[in-house]
């Protein structure tokens, strides 16, 4: 391990990052700015979802245009809106405004509001049985392979984290943990991102050709894709079903974030950095690394279930049907944030074996998921 001060590290001198920060934080009129970038770009991608597959109905392209779900639009505008940015020099100034984060977990919550409480309660049990597989499976082999190749142990913590549990959100978890240096973070979020995209396009294709149904096709992609977000998308694109079972997959693994970034915390403190006994991570951390988006999920299915089960879900159409167009807006802008956060730069600075690491892991994420969600989602249904 380097003897070298870790001034870069995340967590680390806290009470000079203010300072720091003070003359570069951008304005509150560039992250507006980010804001409405990122609202036109949705509200295209929007309109070509729904005038597309009209338009070109009867031509050549008219069956792939039908095919077409608004997670391809939103994210190619996205990247293309990025490419516009940064030729202009306007990229940085406005990345304020692209609140990923904030968009998925608004648009998971409401979610929630469209899967009957039951389903959940009846698939949370495979979920968590797959969950915990998945996850001790693929971090072991990627913890594993990062020392066979000599990473730093902290660079190995995120690409585990990230690889294995639920991508960029595990990896910053995974830094405050180990208090890993930015440049690490910022490298693993960028790959995740790297993977993460092709997949939201490859994983429907391989489901389709291997013809699984609807519940297996959802948990193969909630267990596999590394962001809550191209999980997201990919579920969309294979169908409504398999949305809904990759999402309470995801879900899962996001819950168990919490117990990874404390057994993280605890292993470089007690062992990888020998820090005194009173540094010992406390059990409050837990509930601090918890997702509390997935328990504003489970409200909206609770609450939406009950208020079927006492309206009849006849009269309760017209208000989840808003609730259900509310959801796609904020996931359109989220995949339209995704395409304008992606950055390739700092890939470039590790060289080839943290890509080679990352990569075999996903290999043994996609075999292992795919045998557990056959085995544990075969016959499921989330038919209410």
Same mark, same amino acid.
């Given at each position: 391990? &380097?003897?070298?001060?870790?001034?870069?590290?995340?967590? *680390?001198?806290?009470?000079?990052?203010?300072?720091?920060?003070?003359?570069?934080?951008? *304005?509150?009129?560039?992250?507006?700015?980010?804001?409405?970038?990122?609202?036109?770009?949705?509200?295209?991608?929007?309109?070509?979802?729904?005038?597309?597959?009209?338009?070109?109905?009867?031509?050549?392209?008219?069956?792939?245009?039908?095919?077409? =779900?608004?997670?391809? !639009?939103?994210?190619?505008?996205?990247?293309?809106?990025?490419?516009?940015?940064?030729?202009?020099?306007?990229?940085?100034?406005?990345?304020?405004?692209?609140?990923?984060?904030?968009?998925?977990?608004?648009?998971?919550?409401?979610?929630?509001?469209?899967?009957?409480?039951?389903?959940?309660?009846?698939?949370?049990?495979?979920?968590?049985?797959?969950?915990?597989?998945?996850?001790?499976?693929?971090?072991?082999?990627?913890?594993?392979?990062?020392?066979?190749?000599?990473?730093?142990?902290?660079?190995?913590?995120?690409?585990?984290?990230? %690889? &294995?549990?639920?991508?960029?959100?595990?990896?910053?978890?995974?830094?405050?943990?180990?208090?890993?240096?930015?440049?690490?973070?910022?490298?693993?979020?960028?790959?995740?991102?790297?993977?993460?995209?092709?997949?939201?396009?490859?994983?429907?294709?391989?489901?389709?050709?291997?013809?699984?149904?609807?519940?297996?096709?959802?948990?193969?992609?909630?267990?596999?894709?590394?962001?809550?977000?191209?999980?997201?998308? @990919?579920?969309?694109?294979?169908? =409504?079903?398999?949305?809904?079972?990759?999402?309470?997959?995801?879900? /899962?693994?996001?819950?168990?974030?919490?117990?990874? @970034?404390?057994?993280?915390?605890? !292993?470089? /403190?007690?062992?990888?950095?020998?820090?005194?006994? *009173?540094? #010992?991570?406390?059990?409050?951390?837990?509930?601090?690394?918890?997702?509390?988006?997935?328990?504003?999920?489970?409200?909206? *299915?609770?609450?939406?279930?009950?208020?079927?089960?006492?309206?009849?879900?006849?009269?309760? #159409?017209?208000?989840?049907?808003?609730?259900?167009?509310?959801?796609?807006?904020? +996931?359109? +802008?989220?995949?339209?944030?995704?395409? +304008?956060?992606?950055?390739?730069?700092?890939?470039?600075?590790?060289?080839?074996?943290?890509?080679?690491?990352?990569?075999? @892991?996903?290999?043994?994420?996609?075999?292992?998921?795919?045998? +557990?969600? %056959?085995?544990?989602?075969?016959?499921?249904?989330?038919?209410?």
């Amino acid at each position: 391990m &380097s003897s070298a001060p870790d001034t870069g590290d995340i967590g *680390s001198e806290t009470a000079e990052a203010p300072a720091q920060d003070a003359g570069t934080s951008p *304005s509150a009129g560039r992250a507006v700015g980010g804001v409405v970038a990122v609202l036109v770009l949705g509200g295209l991608a929007r309109y070509l979802e729904q005038t597309v597959p009209d338009a070109t109905d009867g031509t050549a392209f008219g069956e792939i245009a039908a095919a077409i =779900e608004y997670p391809v !639009y939103a994210i190619v505008l996205g990247l293309l809106g990025n490419v516009v940015l940064t030729q202009l020099g306007l990229r940085d100034r406005l990345a304020a405004g692209f609140r990923t984060e904030f968009f998925i977990k608004t648009g998971l919550v409401l979610l929630g509001a469209s899967i009957n409480f039951a389903v959940i309660v009846s698939a949370t049990g495979p979920a968590i049985v797959q969950a915990v597989v998945l996850i001790t499976v693929v971090f072991a082999f990627t913890w594993w392979l990062g020392g066979r190749l000599g990473l730093d142990d902290k660079l190995r913590a995120l690409l585990a984290s990230a %690889v &294995s549990i639920c991508g960029v959100s595990a990896a910053i978890a995974a830094a405050g943990a180990v208090q890993a240096r930015k440049e690490q973070l910022a490298y693993t979020a960028s790959m995740v991102i790297i993977f993460a995209l092709p997949s939201i396009f490859l994983l429907p294709a391989a489901v389709d050709a291997l013809g699984l149904d609807q519940a297996v096709g959802g948990a193969w992609v909630g267990g596999n894709i590394d962001t809550t977000a191209a999980v997201t998308a @990919a579920g969309a694109i294979v169908g =409504e079903e398999a949305l809904q079972i990759a999402t309470i997959v995801k879900t /899962t693994q996001n819950a168990l974030l919490g117990v990874v @970034a404390v057994a993280l915390t605890a !292993y470089f /403190t007690l062992r990888v950095e020998r820090r005194a006994v *009173s540094a #010992r991570p406390k059990a409050r951390e837990l509930w601090e690394r918890f997702p509390k988006f997935v328990l504003g999920f489970l409200a909206a *299915s609770i609450i939406a279930t009950i208020y079927i089960g006492a309206v009849g879900s006849a009269d309760a #159409r017209p208000y989840i049907t808003i609730v259900n167009d509310l959801r796609t807006l904020f +996931l359109i +802008l989220a995949f339209v944030s995704i395409g +304008l956060e992606f950055r390739v730069a700092p890939l470039r600075e590790a060289g080839w074996r943290p890509v080679g690491v990352f990569a075999s @892991a996903t290999v043994v994420n996609l075999a292992v998921g795919l045998g +557990l969600a %056959v085995l544990l989602f075969s016959g499921f249904s989330a038919a209410t």
